[in-house]
């Protein structure tokens, strides 16, 4: 009998956090513009220590000024769809469910391209013009889990099954919706949004949306993993659970809210970057098992991982052009859920 | 709620659980009428006592266990565990004092026995929370209380319906109730496991004082190992007593539907008898 303790995680954490440190200095590496990876290192943990606050010059401004800011927003963006999709699959106790399975994602499309359609009609103060997307891909997401929540209930509990399959047809309805949305606007800013909506980093985000996404991530994953023993028993059954204590309700609102928002923070800041809330968590259970408080914390830092690289491959592989990072999740993800399906079954 | 103690104590200092003139009635949606009605149901479980809840399918034996361990609300009527109403307390406190053994939901993801016994401990402290010592100790204990010791680090899913069941036991165990509540503990069980783990069950109400109600078919198991047996007829308590008072042919036929015989032993425990269909 070895149980889980503090110590344990936070060990698996700190060599998670070494991963994710590597991958960010080979991605920070990679692009049109060569940069030494020994100097690299050496300058970003001079960075991180507080020792230094300079990269070198010769490609100090590259590095600062586009590849790092880019790569901060994917290790956020990765960490938040990858922690949403492991806590909806607790909550639903179905392995299968994540972001875009509940049509969360598709919602805050709808809600960033409305968003982006009003803006420029009114006169917003640039404070809150630069969060203004942001801002409706989240109240898209929030809106769109409380439809599906609500046509999941039947006699006043949620229904499992009839929550997905709500999920799955709130998020044909709301592609139906994007498809209309997009031939409707001028083809000038169409090409964007198409890529947008297939998950993209390029667009460089304003600092205060930085702040935001970081901020959000926090709270909601404190929240989340706050939760994590309630979770564990969750997913040993409802009615179990509640005999062993557990405030179903309460635990059912506080992550459905938190992921909900960890989710419309993520798709308004890079549009939709599939497979990475289904697969992370899938691996990372195989890693670590399937105990949440040690899930949760991996899975944030897989998701990291896993974007930052897909992103690297997406703006390298066809150099000059760039692909959309969503694009690349799904040509890798989609044959991996497949063979992880499979694996299942057999 | 003080009060309530108070005068449960002067009647009688022992009683644990008192479930007194409880009703309740269930309907899908509330304009219609309801489709079962439980009527005032009323008994008393000392500490060290077995309670058998006893009835044919929809008599409602399941509801009567499920407004004592507090996930329902009564219509009238109360429940009293050491004085306090159960469905009004806190989930957490709850489950430090009520454990349950029910048939068990699929698992979603495999899981080591010692983990599954260790959820046991979840009601004491934190909602976030890690196992320390004393929890390891006490669910170490509970499993060999249960004689499941050697299954500690064996996969839930591949030990045996019997096994199983012990270690569901073991999960209760480790919550360190005062009121323990079964469901149809022996459901899936062949007649060797269910002896073996009422025997363990009784075992255990002894030692470690538990107040146990349990809800099942089984007319002689229960006539073996209850001291006192509840009968129950569509959403009506018929009968309360030891298993010898209530184990009547004509009352058990009548509420059984069916031709049996009933033997009155010397240890004071009747057998009960089904006997083949005349025509």
């Known amino acids: ?346 | 709620m003080e009060r309530g103690a108070q005068d449960g104590s002067r009647m009688n200092a022992d009683v644990r659980l008192s479930v007194e003139q409880v009703s309740y009635a269930y309907s899908p949606n509330p304009s219609q009428a309801p489709i079962f009605t439980l009527e005032a149901t009323s008994f008393q479980v000392r500490p060290g006592e077995i309670v058998a809840v006893l009835g044919p399918n929809a008599s409602g034996k399941s509801t009567v266990l499920r407004l004592i361990a507090g996930a329902l609300q009564p219509l009238s009527g109360r429940i009293l565990l050491n004085g306090a109403e159960t469905h009004l307390m806190e989930p957490r406190a709850r489950a430090q004092k009520i454990a349950m053994v029910q048939q068990e939901s699929q698992l979603l993801f495999p899981a080591k026995v010692w983990e599954f016994v260790l959820q046991g401990r979840h009601p004491h402290g934190k909602s976030l929370r890690f196992e320390n010592s004393d929890d390891v100790t006490i669910a170490t204990n509970a499993l060999r209380q249960v004689g499941a010791d050697h299954l500690t680090d064996r996969w839930m899913d591949e030990i045996s319906g019997g096994e199983k069941q012990r270690v569901i036991l073991a999960r209760a165990l480790a919550q360190q109730p005062v009121l323990l509540l079964l469901d149809e503990p022996t459901l899936h069980l062949d007649i060797g496991a269910q002896v073996d783990f009422l025997h363990t069950l009784k075992k255990l109400t002894a030692v470690n004082r538990y107040a146990v109600v349990i809800v099942t078919h089984e007319l002689n198991l229960a006539g073996e190992y209850a001291d006192q047996v509840v009968l129950m007829q569509k959403g009506k308590c018929l009968r309360v007593g030891t298993p010898a008072s209530v184990y009547q042919r004509d009352l058990l036929e009548q509420v059984f539907q069916t031709r049996l015989t009933v033997e009155q032993r010397v240890n004071g425990r009747p057998k009960v008898s089904v006997l083949e269909s005349s025509e």
């Open chain 1, 1 to 346: 009998m070895q149980p889980l303790t503090l110590s344990k995680v936070a060990m698996r954490c700190g060599i998670l956090a070494l991963i994710l440190f590597v991958v960010v200095v080979i991605a920070l590496k990679f692009g049109a513009v060569p940069v030494s990876l020994y100097g690299l290192a050496k300058d970003l943990i001079g960075l991180l220590i507080g020792r230094s606050s300079e990269i070198s010059s010769e490609y100090g401004m590259i590095v600062r000024e586009i590849r790092l800011p880019r790569i901060a927003m994917g290790i956020f963006v990765g960490a938040s769809l990858s922690v949403a999709g492991t806590s909806f699959q607790a909550l639903l106790r179905n392995p299968l469910a994540d972001p875009y399975v509940l049509g969360v994602s598709y919602g805050a499309s709808v809600g960033s391209i409305l968003a982006l359609i009003i803006e420029p009609h009114i006169a917003l103060r640039p404070e809150l013009a630069a969060v203004f997307t942001p801002l409706g891909g989240f109240l898209g997401a929030i809106l769109t889990i409380t439809v599906v929540f609500l046509l999941g209930r039947y006699r006043g509990e949620i229904e499992n099954r009839t929550l997905l399959l709500s999920g799955v047809i709130a998020g044909m309805f709301l592609s139906a919706i994007i498809a209309l949305l997009i031939t409707m606007l001028p083809s000038s800013s169409t090409r964007g949004m198409t890529v947008w909506l297939m998950g993209d980093l390029s667009t460089p985000m304003p600092p205060i949306l930085g702040w935001v996404l970081r901020t959000g991530f926090f709270a909601g994953f404190a929240l989340i993993y706050l939760t994590a023993s309630d979770l564990n028993l969750l997913l040993a059954g409802e009615k179990e659970a509640m005999h062993l204590g557990v405030d179903i309700r309460k635990v059912r609102i506080v992550v459905y809210l938190a992921a909900s928002a960890l989710t419309g923070l993520a798709v308004s800041v890079s549009g939709s970057i599939g497979y990475v809330g289904l697969l992370v968590p899938h691996v990372m259970r195989l890693i670590f098992g399937t105990d949440y408080r040690m899930l949760l914390p991996a899975a944030a830092f897989g998701g990291a991982i896993a974007v930052v690289i897909a992103d690297t491959a997406a703006r390298t592989i066809a150099v000059p052009s760039e692909l959309p990072v969503g694009a690349v999740t799904a040509i890798v993800g989609a044959p991996l859920f497949i063979y992880l399906l499979r694996r299942r079954l057999a």
